[in-house]
């Protein structure tokens, strides 16, 4: 089993940043490919963006060149800077760890207001 814990998120300004962060515990020697998604309300979850442990990253469209993600192994952890927030990013963030399977973090909220 691999828990995952968020934090970072908040209420901002469109045009503001932020940096959540997730963190990795128990069976973290498993944990090849990590990620981050996002629900928007009415919405289905989305991919944002995600890094292998080699430190190879995959970006949703409407996010590259805004959203940057990075790991550090060292310390079992995923981070997504957040530059240029927009209203349509508001959502639910979501951090996503394969290790011989799916495991989830419990979320967190990014609320960007016009």
């Known amino acids: 089993q691999v828990q995952l814990v968020e934090s970072g998120g908040g209420l901002v300004q469109a045009g503001g940043s932020l940096r959540l962060s997730c963190v990795a515990s128990?069976?973290?020697?498993?944990?090849?490919?990590m990620g981050w998604y996002r629900q928007a309300p009415g919405k289905q979850r989305e991919l944002v963006a995600t890094?292998?442990?080699?430190?190879?990253?995959n970006y949703e469209t409407s996010v590259q060149g805004r959203f940057a993600i990075s790991r550090d192994n060292a310390k079992s952890t995923i981070y997504l800077q957040m530059n240029g927030l927009k209203p349509d990013d508001t959502a639910v963030y979501y951090c996503?760890?394969?290790?011989?399977?799916?495991?989830w973090g419990q979320g967190t909220q990014v609320t960007v207001s016009s």
């Open positions: 996503l760890a394969f290790a011989g399977g799916e495991f």
């Open positions: 890094i292998t442990r080699g430190g190879n990253t």
């Open positions: 128990g069976m973290i020697f498993r944990i090849t490919t």
